[in-house]
Every structure is written in structure tokens, then in C-alpha cells.
């Protein structure tokens, strides 16, 4: 665990999205919840020798950042109103917990998890949703403390960055991914890149990104260009007459030259997998954009 602010930490190499907590007089509040169960517990351990654990922020409804969760089930659980809504799609994806588990077994790369197997069969595993919900913005005070958690739509419509003046940092869960692939399978793009401009005029030193080592603000523009290329690489296949599944059939380097940079924590089995939900996603934007901008 590494220290990000004076009373702020955060976990860089765990398997899935980067959690983190600030301790205040009160208590931790966390950002996010380890992707592994076994990671979960002894995350948990470690923090609670510092202090309690008074709340959990959730920035997104992707399994990485919730799935953790249940194994905090007497801790309070935040996130925005379209997160609570997403994260129902989450519990069920990959065929649920049971299908899941099947994976988790097989000790695949990204989703292989053998010690956490037992933990998910118990009889009282459970998902652990939002309890406490807003539409754009909550303030928590928290012993000195005071903790902005701020929807900011684009990665996903629940995306939530939390920002906490006292530390000189921000969570942004993946709104940020720093120096690895960026995942735009379920982004509006455009809401995205109003985001990076919203992160821009915060008052902070560090962002704590989803994935990825932590980075400062000059690092926003970097993020926005990504998306920017990804946008021109789509529309230039549109403006070729090509159809979507010509673009995905189709051998091409443009879409690695869009975001060069690699996988992040052990997810490289889905490299191309991520290549094609990219596209699919953005060719159905791009297009719907055009068509609805064109005269007539």
C-alpha cells in the first residue's frame, strides 16, 4: 500500500482497478473495493489496524471496483443513482456468481482467483450495492475531513471521481487510465472528455487513477488525446463507407496507434477482445452523431 497524501493510500498491484482510503479521526472512508476476495480480506485487515472503516465510495459499477464490496457487508456502501442502476448488470455479467466461480477455478489470467473460490461459497455472499445514492454531487464530512464525491459521465453514466482538497487528490476510478489501454466499451466519449476538462479544474497534486501508477494533471491531456484518436480513427473508417463489422474484420494498425500503450494488471488475454468492443462502441456513437448532425 502506498501513501498518496498525508492521511490518503492506495494499492497499485492488486489484480483489477486501483482502491484506495483516507484516514480521518472518524475512521477510513474507501475509494473502491478490491476485485478479489482474498485481496479484499486482507485489505480490510490492514486498514482496520489504523482504524474503522466507516463508508465505501464506489467510482464505477464495473466489476473490478464493486465486486468487493460483499465483503465489507456491514460498511456503508455511496455511489451516484446511475451507478446503483449499472451495478445490477454487473452482478449478473459472466453468468453471475456461479459462472463466475467456474472462472475464477480455470485460473484464467484476468479473472483466475483459486483462494478466493471458498470465500464466495458461503452461504451468506451477497452483492453489496450503493445503499446511499445521489445524482451529480455528495459531500461527506468525516472527522477533519471533507470529501467531494462528483458524477462525472463518460467511462461509464455512473462514473464518480472523489476529491478530497485536504489531501491534494483525486480518485477517479477509470477516468484516468494512466500509461495502459483504455477500456471504451460502455463510454460516451464526448461526456468523457468533458470529464478530463471538469478533473482539470480541481485543486489537486495527485490523481489516483484506475489503473495504472499515480499521476498529475499534465497527464489529463495525454487521456483526452487517446480518446480524440479514437474518435478520428472511427470516423475515417465512416467516412470510407466501411460497415462495422468490415472495421473489426480488418487488419489494421490504426487502432493501436490510437492508444499505444499496453494491458493493464494481467487483463493482455484481452487485448483484442477489448480492440473489438472499442470499435463496436464507438462506430454506433460516431455514426449515430453524424446522422443526427446531418441536414435533413
Known amino acids: 500500500m502506498r501513501q498518496i497524501g498525508p492521511n490518503s493510500h492506495a494499492e497499485f498491484y492488486f489484480l483489477g482497478c486501483n482502491p484506495g482510503y483516507v484516514m480521518t479521526s472518524e475512521g477510513a472512508l474507501l475509494i473502491d473495493s478490491p476485485q478479489r476476495g482474498i485481496d479484499a480480506l486482507r485489505y480490510a485487515e490492514a486498514i482496520r489496524?489504523?482504524?474503522?472503516?466507516?463508508?465505501?465510495?464506489?467510482?464505477?459499477?464495473?466489476?473490478?471496483?464493486?465486486?468487493?464490496?460483499?465483503?465489507?457487508?456491514?460498511?456503508?456502501v455511496v455511489g451516484s443513482s446511475a451507478l446503483r442502476r449499472e451495478f445490477e448488470n454487473?452482478?449478473?455479467?459472466?453468468?453471475?456468481?456461479?459462472?463466475?466461480?467456474?472462472?475464477?477455478?480455470?485460473?484464467?489470467?484476468?479473472?483466475?482467483?483459486?483462494?478466493?473460490?471458498?470465500?464466495?461459497?458461503?452461504?451468506?455472499?451477497a452483492p453489496h450495492p450503493p445503499t446511499t445514492t445521489f445524482d451529480d454531487e455528495l459531500t461527506i464530512e468525516l472527522g477533519e475531513h471533507t470529501i467531494h464525491c462528483l458524477r462525472m459521465p463518460?467511462?461509464?453514466?455512473?462514473?464518480?471521481?472523489?476529491?478530497?482538497?485536504?489531501?491534494g487528490v483525486v480518485f477517479t476510478g477509470d477516468t484516468i487510465f494512466h500509461r495502459c489501454r483504455t477500456w471504451?466499451?460502455?463510454?460516451?466519449?464526448?461526456?468523457?472528455?468533458?470529464?478530463?476538462?471538469?478533473?482539470?479544474?480541481?485543486?489537486?497534486?495527485?490523481?489516483?487513477?484506475?489503473?495504472?501508477?499515480?499521476?498529475?494533471?499534465?497527464?489529463?491531456?495525454?487521456?483526452?488525446?487517446?480518446?480524440?484518436?479514437?474518435?478520428?480513427?472511427?470516423?475515417?473508417?465512416?467516412?470510407?463507407?466501411?460497415?462495422?463489422?468490415?472495421?473489426?474484420?480488418?487488419?489494421?494498425?490504426?487502432?493501436?496507434?490510437?492508444d499505444p500503450y499496453p494491458m493493464a494488471q494481467r487483463l493482455w488475454e484481452l487485448r483484442n477482445e477489448l480492440t473489438e468492443l472499442n470499435i463496436r462502441n464507438l462506430y454506433r456513437?460516431?455514426?449515430?452523431r453524424e446522422s443526427a448532425m446531418s441536414p435533413g
Open 285 to 288: 456513437q460516431v455514426a449515430a
Open 90 to 125: 454487473t452482478w449478473s455479467g459472466f453468468g453471475g456468481p456461479a459462472g463466475r466461480l467456474d472462472r475464477m477455478k480455470t485460473g484464467e489470467a484476468w479473472l483466475g482467483d483459486p483462494e478466493s473460490v471458498w470465500l464466495m461459497e458461503q452461504p451468506d455472499f
Open 49 to 76: 489496524e489504523s482504524g474503522p472503516i466507516r463508508h465505501i465510495v464506489n467510482t464505477e459499477a464495473h466489476g473490478d471496483h464493486v465486486w468487493g464490496n460483499s465483503f465489507f457487508k456491514d460498511v456503508p
Open 154 to 167: 463518460g467511462h461509464t453514466q455512473g462514473q464518480t471521481s472523489v476529491y478530497i482538497p485536504a489531501e
Open 184 to 258: 471504451l466499451h460502455d463510454a460516451e466519449p464526448w461526456q468523457w472528455l468533458d470529464a478530463l476538462d471538469r478533473l482539470a479544474e480541481l485543486d489537486v497534486e495527485t490523481i489516483v487513477p484506475g489503473h495504472g501508477e499515480p499521476c498529475g494533471k499534465e497527464y489529463l491531456s495525454v487521456q483526452a488525446q487517446v480518446i480524440h484518436d479514437w474518435l478520428g480513427v472511427i470516423g475515417g473508417f465512416l467516412t470510407a463507407g466501411m460497415t462495422e463489422d468490415e472495421v473489426v474484420a480488418q487488419e489494421t494498425d490504426a487502432c493501436a496507434e490510437a
